[in-house]
């Protein structure tokens, strides 16, 4: 019933771009804050970025600002991010998150993976 499907990954050069987009299904979409997280091998999941649910408060990770941008289309359950200035550092699975905060409800994609190489 309720779908979070990422992705938008692949393989790009250092200083290259990626939008990577995340379909809702079977939610209120409009009505969750949005977030995106990433996992590289052996380390914990990190916090990117999140947008709340009407997409008028933006929240980064400090090594993603003016690189990455956040945004959502509630009128097609989407919410994308925008990677710029791509570096290997990058290299993560990314995955996509919806929060209810009121009843801490929270939903989880199974990830796109982003490849930053040379």
């Known amino acids: 019933q309720v779908q ?4 938008g990954g692949g393989l790009v ?3 290259g771009s990626l939008r990577l987009s995340c379909a809702a299904s079977g ?10 997280y990433c996992q590289a ?3 914990g ?7 709340t649910s009407a997409g008028r408060g933006i929240n980064y990770a400090d090594f993603v600002k003016g690189r990455f941008t956040i945004s959502r289309d509630n009128t097609k359950n989407l919410v994308y991010l925008q990677m710029n200035s791509l570096q290997p550092e990058d290299t993560a699975v990314y995955y996509c998150n919806a929060e209810l905060m009121s009843l801490s409800r929270r939903y989880w994609g199974q990830g796109t993976q982003v ?3 040379s």
């Open 13 to 15: 050069q250092p200083g």
């Open 41 to 43: 091998p052996g380390k």
């Open 27 to 36: 939610f209120n979409f409009s009505s969750y804050a949005m977030s995106w």
């Open 45 to 51: 999941r990190e916090f990117v970025a999140a947008i």
């Open 115 to 117: 490849t930053v190489s």
């Open 4 to 7: 979070l499907v990422e992705s």
